[in-house]
């Protein structure tokens, strides 16, 4: 499935390259986004195409190639007038000086306010607006239902605190067989930066102050959340392939219909739905340890090039995005929505699981970092090191002190622009 | 590259000196040859070596630091870790292969029944690239739906399924065992060669004065394939120290980031820290040890005077 979309992603890309400009009496902007969304992004861009006399040329771009490449077309002259950027790169590409400052345009929307706070903030670099919410994506917790059933649990009840999590695993798990209570990515930056930080939020901890100038992992919270992966793992509540999966099984575990509990994302959602009909699964937030909850708002931020001739056609699409209709696509086709105002619209025919979702990700919260790839996307970086060696390893407090060293020195020797 | 020509291409007489024209002619042959190199290999590689004396991000300007980045690199343990890794990898990895692919050289060497099927299945695994390999192995180690920890629990041969990527020594010799699988036929084909050129009539004289295979091992064949050797040996190294692919696919560099190799950590600096002038300039320190290390080799196993 992954390989298809790459496959299409590249074909689009090339055909993209080769593609002329369109007529000369409507603009036409050129817009990348990452496959992540292959399958909402050319039905909004249909969308507008249709209805506009300026157009989009949309070009999807493989996951992992879409920041060197986009590097290379930059230092080439060649980039797209504007992206649909993972949000998370937002401020390094703002501190390169990358990107078209937004900001008069941005607070003259009269549901600026509205917008996905987490995407604003991380859009935001020095007091100026470089990136505005696109897609959004949000950590929840999802269980099966049938599982729970068979284990003599009631199944429309989720977890409400750690306790819960590791004694619903633990009777899930007794049911044997192929049959495990609890899953994740135990190699996988990214994967826990988006299921696991929400624990430590809900409880009242944090990795990274504020302005993500200083690391702060050696936290009770920190060290609860990881009593309970550890606990978990050491009651083998989860299959042995977690301790090495880089990311590929992260839905795929759940989605084989024998896993308990995973935390995992609201694009679970359309998945399931469409893709694993079978498996009858609910959806709850990510809670803290005695309670509460948090999540991470994931997603893409529209950016723009710094320097580009077409702003208003890209201005253009993006009101058109923000509008009903936009969201409702959006929202229909794997992305939540990205106003808060018109939420509950433009979900209001789909699935009700979104509205755990949405509600998650109206909450939800980013980490602020210019390199956040260094410190935790990276496989080989600090934080995914000591996820690792945390979870399945003996030394949890060297890992933690070395991880708390690592990024701190990431954190002092970047770009001071 | 200019090492394995200087020993493959045998020194030219010199009849060719007085006659200008036909120099010229013979420039005028190699000319496409010396354009291609010139374009895809001397141009990229001054580009690099400018690009090393920068600090060049991926996105945004780029400055002129002078010899700052090979300052840098002096003190960067990480890389200093990731190319002890990879000194070690090598030295494993080659003599690994050296000693399945030599054996099987000399058990295809000579005609015999069904050798033609031997070769071409020893060979197999080296037409295939590396990305592919690693992919394919990547499943065959899997833990879960993989081949050899399900199959060995499924035998009985282990209480619950054992998962070979998570610590560092059964990583480490299931990527050995990968790659001994994938580039022996390769190897075993040059020392075939070699074998095949050594003349019968010296093994068989040996033979008539007494000599034990053994014997003849040590006297005749090592010492009449030290080209071959030497080839296969450079290639060997060559490509142990560049490897990136398979610590990459199957390992992510883990166990907890102790396979980084050399090249790897030059693609985390260029591609995931976005620094390219670094990166650049760490390729040019690997590009230094790479040729110093061929021509010691090539030192080593040089022709004695008198020999050929």
Same mark, same amino acid.
Request: glycine share 8%; aromatic share 12%.
């Given at each position: ?10 074909a689009?890309?090339i055909?993209g390259?080769?593609?002329?400009v ?6 036409t902007?050129?817009i990348?986004v990452?496959?992540d969304g ?6 909004i861009v ?6 506009h006399?300026n157009q989009?040329?949309?070009d999807?771009i493989?996951n992992?190639?879409?920041?060197p ?7 080439g ?25 937004i900001?008069?345009?941005a607070k ?16 935001t670099y020095k007091?100026r607006i470089?990136?505005l919410?696109f ?14 059933k ?12 750690w ?5 619903d695993a ?12 609890f899953y ?6 990214g994967?826990n930066?988006?299921?696991?930080t ?5 409880s009242?901890?944090d990795?990274l102050?504020?302005?993500?100038s200083?690391?702060?992992?050696d ?6 959340a990881?009593d309970?992966?550890?606990?978990m ?5 989860v299959?042995?392939g977690?301790?090495?999966?880089t ?8 989605a084989?219909?024998?896993i308990?509990l ?26 803290g ?9 994931g ?10 001739t077409k ?11 923000y ?9 229909k086709?794997?992305?939540?929505p990205?106003?808060?105002d018109?939420?509950?619209?433009a979900l209001k025919?789909l ?6 979702a949405a ?6 919260r980013t ?5 956040f ?5 990276s496989?080989?970086?600090p934080w ?7 979870f ?9 002190a ?6 701190q020195?990431i954190?002092?020797?970047a770009?001071?622009? | ?5 200087a020993?493959s ?12 024209r036909?120099q ?5 042959y ?9 374009v ?10 400018w690009?090393?004396l ?9 400055s002129f630091?002078g ?9 960067d343990t990480?890389f200093?870790n990731a190319l002890?890794?990879?000194g070690?990898?090598t030295?494993? #990895?080659?003599?690994? +292969?050296? &000693? ?8 295809i060497e000579? *005609? !015999?029944?069904? =050798?033609g099927?031997y ?5 197999m695994?080296?037409v ?9 192995w990547s499943?065959?180690?899997n833990?879960?739906?993989?081949l050899?920890?399900p199959?060995a629990f499924?035998?009985?041969l282990t209480e619950?399924?054992f998962?070979?990527?998570a610590?560092?020594?059964p ?9 001994v699988?994938?580039?022996a036929?390769f190897?075993?084909?040059?020392l ?6 050594i003349?019968p009539?010296?093994?068989?004289a ?27 040996l450079i290639?060997? #190294?060559?490509?142990? +120290?560049? &490897?990136?692919?398979q ?6 560099g883990? *166990? !907890?980031?102790q =396979?980084?190799?050399a090249?790897y950590w030059?693609f985390?600096?260029s ?8 990166g650049a ?9 790479l040729v ?8 080593l ?5 008198g020999?050929?």
């Amino acid at each position: 499935m992954r390989t298809t979309i790459t496959g299409l992603a590249i074909a689009a890309s090339i055909f993209g390259t080769l593609a002329t400009v369109g007529p000369a009496a409507a603009d036409t902007a050129n817009i990348w986004v990452r496959a992540d969304g292959s399958n909402f992004m050319p039905r909004i861009v249909d969308a507008f195409n249709k209805g506009h006399q300026n157009q989009i040329k949309l070009d999807i771009i493989p996951n992992a190639e879409i920041i060197p490449k986009y590097g290379a077309a930059a230092a080439g002259g060649t980039a797209p007038d504007a992206l649909s950027l993972d949000l998370i790169y937002t401020p390094s590409f703002a501190a390169a000086g990358q990107l078209e400052d937004i900001t008069d345009w941005a607070k003259s929307l009269p549901y600026f306010a509205s917008l996905s706070p987490a995407h604003v903030k991380t859009g935001t670099y020095k007091g100026r607006i470089y990136g505005l919410p696109f897609s959004a994506d949000s950590s929840v917790l999802i269980w099966n239902k049938k599982l729970f059933k068979q284990a003599g649990l009631d199944p429309e009840k989720g977890p409400t605190n750690w306790a819960e999590i590791e004694s619903d695993a633990e009777k899930v798990n007794a049911l044997g067989g192929d049959i495990k209570g609890f899953y994740f990515s135990g190699n996988c930056g990214g994967c826990n930066i988006f299921t696991f930080t929400p624990l430590i939020w809900a409880s009242g901890g944090d990795i990274l102050t504020e302005d993500g100038s200083k690391a702060t992992l050696d936290t009770p919270q920190m060290r609860g959340a990881i009593d309970l992966y550890r606990s978990m793992v050491k009651k083998d509540l989860v299959p042995s392939g977690a301790q090495t999966d880089t990311g590929s099984n992260f839905f795929a575990a759940f989605a084989t219909g024998n896993i308990g509990l995973s935390p995992s994302g609201a694009f679970a959602i359309g998945a399931l739905n469409t893709q694993y009909p079978d498996i009858d699964y609910g959806i709850t937030f990510l809670p803290g340890k005695d309670g509460g909850w948090s999540s991470f708002a994931g997603g893409d931020n529209f950016v723009v090039t710094k320097g580009t001739t077409k702003v208003a056609v890209v201005k253009e699409f993006l009101d058109f995005a923000y509008s009903l209709e936009g969201q409702t696509i959006l929202a229909k086709y794997g992305s939540l929505p990205v106003r808060g105002d018109i939420a509950n619209e433009a979900l209001k025919d789909l699935d009700p699981r979104y509205k755990v979702a949405a509600e998650a990700m109206a909450k939800g919260r980013t980490p602020y970092s210019v390199v956040f790839n260094d410190l935790i996307n990276s496989a080989n970086g600090p934080w995914n090191q000591m996820m690792n060696e945390v979870f399945f390893g003996e030394d949890v407090d060297g890992a933690i002190a070395n991880a708390q060293e690592t990024m701190q020195s990431i954190i002092d020797s970047a770009p001071q622009k | 590259m200019t090492t394995i020509t200087a020993i493959s291409a045998p020194t030219r007489p010199r009849k060719l000196v007085g006659a200008g024209r036909r120099q010229w002619i013979g420039l005028l042959y190699v000319a496409p040859a010396v354009a291609l190199v010139v374009v895809f290999f001397i141009v990229p590689l001054c580009m690099t070596a400018w690009m090393s004396l920068h600090n060049w991000p991926l996105m945004g300007a780029h400055s002129f630091v002078g010899l700052d980045n090979y300052w840098a690199i002096l003190r960067d343990t990480r890389f200093w870790n990731a190319l002890k890794f990879t000194g070690y990898y090598t030295v494993v #990895v080659t003599i690994a +292969i050296f &000693a399945v692919a030599f054996p099987l050289a000399l058990f295809i060497e000579r *005609p !015999r029944q069904l =050798t033609g099927f031997y070769r071409t299945s020893f060979f197999m695994p080296a037409v295939i690239g590396f990305a592919s390999a690693s992919l394919l192995w990547s499943w065959l180690l899997n833990v879960d739906s993989g081949l050899f920890s399900p199959a060995a629990f499924e035998l009985g041969l282990t209480e619950k399924k054992f998962n070979l990527l998570a610590t560092f020594q059964p990583a480490f010799w299931s990527i050995i065992a990968m790659v001994v699988w994938k580039v022996a036929g390769f190897t075993m084909i040059i020392l075939m060669t070699g074998l095949q050129s050594i003349p019968p009539d010296l093994q068989e004289a040996a033979m008539i004065d007494g000599a034990g295979p053994f014997a003849r091992f040590r006297a005749i064949t090592l010492p009449l394939m030290r080209r071959t050797l030497a080839l296969a040996l450079i290639l060997s #190294v060559a490509g142990s +120290i560049l &490897a990136f692919d398979q610590f990459y696919i199957i390992l992510r560099g883990g *166990p !907890r980031n102790q =396979t980084l190799t050399a090249v790897y950590w030059i693609f985390n600096q260029s591609f995931v820290s976005f620094k390219l002038g670094y990166g650049a300039a760490l390729s040019m320190v690997l590009l230094v040890i790479l040729v110093a290390l061929s021509l010691i080799q090539l030192r080593l196993l040089r022709q004695p005077e008198g020999v050929d």
